[in-house]
């Protein structure tokens, strides 16, 4: 009755009359008018006057019950600030800010607002504001414990987490190097298996080429066989043939008594000189048709000094002709004492002669001359 009475009875624009009307906006819930009237309060009085800290509350106070948090701080803020410079300690602005402030990221700043607002109340001895600031210190604190709680909830649930990952972590590495090291013996053993696998692929090689020297060795052997079968047959056939005819004219001398004419034709060696010549002519013949490069391979194996050349008309000499026997695998000296009608003696100190001039180790010399020439069958 009283507060309908002085608004009737005061200016309308007078602050007087604007706080009472304020207020009767508030009880009747009429917040865009008691926006209004505040907002007016705020315009009119100076900035810097008490007058105009209670009306940033009121503001703010209005915004609050209107559950606009951002606007009420912005004019708690004000009024507050309003105190400071005016030296208010009844700074209740300061308190509803604070009690704005309850979100995570503000609960420090609402504590040290809160602190400020006790020791300004013990400061002027008021008996029942130190209560109202209890309780609302009470509802901060809570709101800080378990801002705390939470902190620490998530601080354990972080250092789990970072335990964790590095457990994690050291059992990555761990099996990483247990990896490397499992990588590291099968590449050593697989490097192993290669060198092993290379070492046998040469031996398999070595052994081929040695498979494929024998089997050449062997066909050339088989083809000079049935070359010289060929030639020895011929020959059989053809002495045969003078065998027979030696007869036949034995037989007729014989039987016209021409005996002395006889004695006279065998009594000379011409003949026996003249078959060995046909002979030699038919080896060397033979010969290099087989190896037409005998000559020049057996040179080259030989100082210059020493070389030999057949003379004019011959295709082989004695010197050539041993080492031909030789190359055609006969070694044995008096083997070919035998065919090439010489002493052994003869044979071995042609041997040990030619061996004395040679470019390569004596050893293996005749070795050498085995593989030289290559096989070029004629048929005869």
């Given at each position: 009755l009283y507060?309908?009475?002085?608004?009737?009875?005061?200016?309308?624009e007078s602050t007087t009359h604007l706080n009472f009307k304020l207020w009767?906006?508030?009880?009747?819930r009429n917040y865009e008018q008691a926006v209004e009237i505040s907002e007016r309060l705020c315009n009119t009085l100076p900035p810097l006057s008490r007058g105009y800290a209670e009306a940033s509350y009121m503001r703010a106070l209005v915004?609050?019950?209107?559950k606009d948090t951002l606007t009420a701080q912005v004019w708690f803020a004000r009024s507050a600030m309003t105190d400071i410079q005016l030296a208010i300690r009844d700074n209740a602005a300061l308190k509803s800010l604070a009690n704005t402030l309850l979100d995570d990221?503000?609960?420090q700043r609402a504590m040290r607002y809160m602190r400020i607002v006790m020791d300004d109340a013990r400061f002027f001895n008021s008996r029942l504001r130190p209560w109202q600031d209890a309780l609302a210190l009470h509802v901060i604190e809570e709101a800080y414990t378990a801002r705390r709680q939470r902190m620490d909830a998530m601080y354990n649930i972080f250092v789990v987490s970072i335990v964790c990952f590095m457990?994690?972590?050291?059992?990555?590495v761990i099996f990483v190097l247990r990896q490397n090291r499992k990588l590291s013996l099968a590449r050593l053993e697989l490097q192993q298996a290669n060198n092993r696998l290379n070492i046998s692929n040469n031996d398999l090689q070595r052994i081929n080429e040695q498979l494929a020297g024998l089997n050449n060795q062997i066909s050339e052997a088989n083809e000079v066989k049935e070359e010289y079968i060929g030639i020895f047959l011929t020959m059989c056939s053809e002495y045969i043939d003078k065998?027979?005819?030696?007869?036949?004219?034995?037989?007729?001398?014989?039987?016209d008594g021409r005996i002395d004419e006889l004695k006279k034709e065998y009594a000379s060696s011409d003949g026996d000189s003249r078959e060995l010549e046909e002979f030699y002519r038919n080896f060397d013949t033979t010969f290099l048709q087989l190896y037409p490069t005998f000559?020049?391979?057996f040179n080259s194996l030989l100082d210059k000094e020493a070389r030999i050349e057949p003379k004019k008309g011959e295709l082989l000499n004695t010197e050539l002709r041993i080492f031909a026997l030789i190359r055609l695998g006969?070694?044995?000296?008096s083997k070919i004492a035998a065919l090439l009608r010489y002493s052994v003696s003869t044979i071995y100190n042609y041997r040990s002669k030619i061996k004395g001039h040679t470019l390569v180790s004596r050893d293996n010399f005749e070795e050498r001359i085995k593989t030289i020439g290559a096989f070029s069958p004629q048929h005869l």
């Open positions: 507060a309908r009475l002085i608004v009737e009875n005061t200016e309308p009767q906006a508030i009880n009747d915004a609050d019950l209107m990221d503000n609960i457990l994690l972590a050291l059992g990555g065998i027979i005819d030696s007869r036949r004219r034995v037989r007729r001398l014989l039987r000559i020049e391979d006969i070694n044995d000296s």
